[in-house]
């Protein structure tokens, strides 16, 4: 890797050389070589991703070229994916390039690189927007999807098991309302396509935790913007579908993932003067609040993490701070471990001690 080029970027703390080489080691692909793919691209191959393919079954037109700021009157007639490729092989020599011909689908889906990390919807259609949706949850790709109409912008982006497109969009059907119709803005194309290309990295680097689970909403007349917290749907067919490929809920992997498989990152995180506090992520933590009684793999005695966010009152006493035994102690035996799980931390805490006591392998979450 060339340090000099990715200095600036390498200088950032929570990026560094590691951080470099995790961008350089990954791969994206980006469904869309029009105006959104081509500044998404061009960022995320300037920041160092390793390799980038491309989907598109489109032909360069005039009208493009006033978004589509590669493409010059001599490309016209060219195929997109192709055309966009090839300026940024000679932009990007260190960057792998791949590029298909093809409107992206879920029969051809078996096109994307092999360990894909990463799918971007730089399209402008709803019926790709599903296909992609299916896709990343066939093979546990994260997505996001971009979007933009006259003065506005929108980008989301999904995580396999914390929700899906069909939990937001199940109707969205494809209206004669785009781009060719109604129009947009150039500049608009460049700033929704950067904040992909910001997102994508932060994801990589595991930056993107606050943001996991938001809408994001832009309207550029009078630049207004607007982030909305969604969260999984428990109804959605699709994410029950993913959840139950999976032996145990995401969610629950994640943590056990973060606190068991790697000892040594797991005492890391114990960095509470009592040891006694995990420290998940804001999405997680709502995650973990929203689904901790709705989900049966939660319930499931088998599981080795019981998260407990009812009302804690229950499970002790009403007035939980003076008693020292857990009610139903038996019950909560059969867990390997207890995450207790409150809105400030502190009846979580009380809890924990008081389990602890007991001899129970207890802890509380706090907001990181
Ligand atoms: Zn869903």
Known sequence: MNINKYSRQISIPFVGILGQEKIKDTKVTIIGAGALG????????????????????????????????????????????????????????DVEFHFFDKEFSVNNSYLLPSNCNFIINASDNYTTRHAINLVSLQKNIPWIDLGILKTQGHFCLFNPGLGCYECLFSDATDTIENCSLSGVLSPICGIIGSFAANEVIKFILGKHTKDINHFFSFEFLENNFKKFYWKRNSDCQYCNAFLKLRPTSILEKKIYDDFFIDEQKFKEKQQDENNLAVFLDEPTLHSSLDSAFEESDFQNKKTKIQFINENIHSILNKNFFLIDKPKNEEYYSKFKLIIFLCRSGIKSKTACEIFRKQGFNAYYALNR
Do not use: M, W
């Not at 989907?55 to 005039?62: A, K, P, Q």
């Not at 009208?63 to 195929?79: A, E, H, T, V, Y």
């Open 38 to 93: 081509h500044s998404t691209s061009i960022y995320l191959a300037a920041s160092g991703i390793g390799h980038i393919s491309i989907f598109d079954h489109d032909i360069v037109e005039e009208s493009n070229l006033s978004r589509q700021i590669l493409f010059s009157d001599q490309d016209i007639g060219k195929p997109k994916a192709k055309c966009l490729t090839e300026y940024l092989k000679k932009l990007y020599s």
